[in-house]
């Protein structure tokens, strides 16, 4: 079955970079983009960016460009997210989340990894 | 402020049929399959409908979804305590290059 593991809660003071990693298992890593998921306490879900495992490439919400880079370990089927300049209000769990072959929303989620910005 | 619409809360009693909607536009919902999650409290979403109505394995067939021109729909039929959670759509945007989520609806079983 697919699983998506992903690393431990961290905290961090502003300004710092946090990254959180995801390690797929139970399907073929180069055939599913890998997208982030962040959802502040108490709020939504809000679309951070996307990976293709395959080569690399990425996409990344407006909102997070120039801040967030998404990378991946193809031979450990391990994405990782890194988020700089860190503010209180990136405070959030951060999800990993595997969609379809093409274009679409998630459908396997990762457990989740509380960052905790504060100072 | 979440690219498409649901309502914030939605409510019913044991057995009652409840349906939540998401409202969206032709960049999204519009020309786009559907996703609803249901998410328990301190837990990851888990997908409840993909492709508009379909079922993944061992979701109870009490819920199902549809949709209509750019709106979707979720509907629980026969609620059950254990149903009450949050809930959430989300498509593709061909405007924004990437998924986009609703702001979740809160189901309370009275």
């Known amino acids: 079955q697919v699983l998506l593991v992903q690393s431990g809660a961290e905290v961090k003071k502003p300004g710092a970079a946090v990254k959180v990693s995801c390690t797929a298992s139970?399907?073929?890593?180069?055939?599913?983009?890998m997208q982030w998921v962040r959802q502040a306490p108490g709020q939504g879900l809000e679309w951070m960016g996307m990976?293709?495992?395959?080569?690399?490439?990425?996409n990344y919400a407006h909102k997070f460009q120039g801040r967030v880079t998404m990378t991946r370990d193809a031979s450990t089927r391990t994405v990782y997210m890194e988020l700089r300049n860190l503010r209180s209000d990136d405070t959030a769990v951060y999800y990993c989340?595997?969609?379809?072959?093409?274009?679409?929303?998630?459908?396997?989620w990762g457990q989740g990894t509380l960052v905790t910005v504060s100072s | 402020q979440s690219v498409l619409t649901q309502p914030p809360s939605a409510s019913g009693t044991p057995g009652q049929r409840v349906t939540i909607s998401c409202s969206g536009s032709?960049?999204?919902?519009?020309?786009?399959?559907v996703n609803w999650y249901q998410q328990l409290p301190g837990t990851a979403p888990k997908l409840l409908i993909y492709?508009?109505?379909q079922r993944p394995s061992g979701v109870p067939d009490r819920f199902s979804g549809s949709k209509s021109g750019t709106s979707a729909s979720l509907a629980i039929s026969g609620i059950q305590p254990e149903d009450e959670a949050d809930y959430y759509c989300?498509?593709?945007?061909?405007?924004?290059?990437?998924?986009?989520f609703g702001g979740g609806t809160k189901l309370t079983v009275l």
């Open positions: 989300a498509t593709w945007d061909d405007s924004l290059n990437g998924p986009v």
């Open positions: 990976i293709n495992p395959t080569g690399g490439s990425s």
């Open positions: 492709s508009n109505n």
């Open positions: 139970g399907y073929s890593f180069t055939t599913y983009y």
């Open positions: 989340a595997r969609g379809a072959p093409g274009p679409g929303p998630p459908a396997y």
């Open positions: 032709r960049s999204n919902i519009g020309g786009n399959t």
